[in-house]
């Protein structure tokens, strides 16, 4: 399923996210801890206000967004 990921956008789409639906919950983004980029997908490691972190997976060719809340460990949940 695609997650909704709201993204500051200038020169090009989804150049950072700012807001997302995560389990029914609208979080916004405090700050973009790392950004990269693999063939598949452009991906942002993210923490949101209450601390939690999730990682953003925007894969382009499909146009959909992948959200994954992560551990202390950087494992998915």
Same mark, same amino acid.
């Given at each position: 399923?695609?997650?909704?990921?709201?993204?500051?956008?200038?020169?090009?789409?989804? =150049?950072?996210?700012?807001?997302? $639906?995560?389990?029914? =919950?609208?979080? $916004?983004?405090?700050?973009?801890?790392?950004?990269?980029?693999?063939?598949?997908?452009?991906?942002?490691?993210? $923490?949101?206000?209450?601390?939690?972190?999730?990682?953003?997976?925007?894969? =382009?060719?499909?146009?959909?967004?992948?959200?994954? $809340?992560?551990?202390?460990?950087?494992?998915?949940?």
């Amino acid at each position: 399923m695609s997650e909704v990921v709201t993204c500051y956008s200038g020169a090009r789409y989804a =150049e950072r996210p700012v807001a997302f $639906q995560y389990a029914g =919950e609208r979080l $916004q983004v405090s700050a973009v801890v790392r950004t990269w980029r693999e063939p598949a997908a452009l991906f942002f490691l993210v $923490q949101t206000s209450d601390g939690r972190r999730f990682r953003l997976a925007y894969e =382009e060719e499909a146009g959909r967004w992948c959200v994954d $809340q992560l551990t202390d460990a950087g494992k998915s949940v």
